[in-house]
């Protein structure tokens, strides 16, 4: 059994990339380049038939985030039992992305 790669519709993603800048802001919206991951995201789009885009949304207290960057050490990752979140706003933010993805597509 193997897991499909995980790729992100171009189309689709620059429509969510500029509703997400509109909704959350340009500076809290970061455009990363392509990655090679284990994801099982892949799955949902059977095969490319469906477009899909993955995005990640940042979890972590912004000073932290700041130290990894002038230390060079890298943060706990997702599925580590280190990672540390902030729920309350996480949460919220996560919220108000999905919400203005599906509105964004729900338009004609």
């Known amino acids: 059994e193997f ?8 189309k689709l993603t620059e429509r969510l ?4 800048e509109k909704a959350l802001g340009g500076d809290n919206v970061v ?18 038939q469906i477009p899909s885009c993955m995005f ?6 912004p000073a932290k ?5 002038k230390s060079g050490k890298p943060l706990p990752s997702l599925h580590s039992s ?17 919400t203005t993805a599906v509105l964004e597509l729900m338009k004609k």
Do not use: Q, Y
Request: aromatic share 12%; proline share 12%.
């Open 56 to 61: 990640w949304l940042g979890a972590v207290e």
């Open 65 to 69: 985030v700041e130290a990894s960057r």
């Open 17 to 20: 990339a500029g509703a997400f």
């Open 31 to 48: 455009k990363w380049p392509p990655i090679m991951a284990s994801e099982d995201f892949g799955r949902f789009s059977l095969d490319n």
């Open 82 to 98: 280190l990672f540390e979140p902030l729920p309350e706003p996480t949460l919220r933010t996560g919220v108000k992305a999905m």
């Open 3 to 10: 897991t499909p790669a995980t790729f992100n519709d171009p």
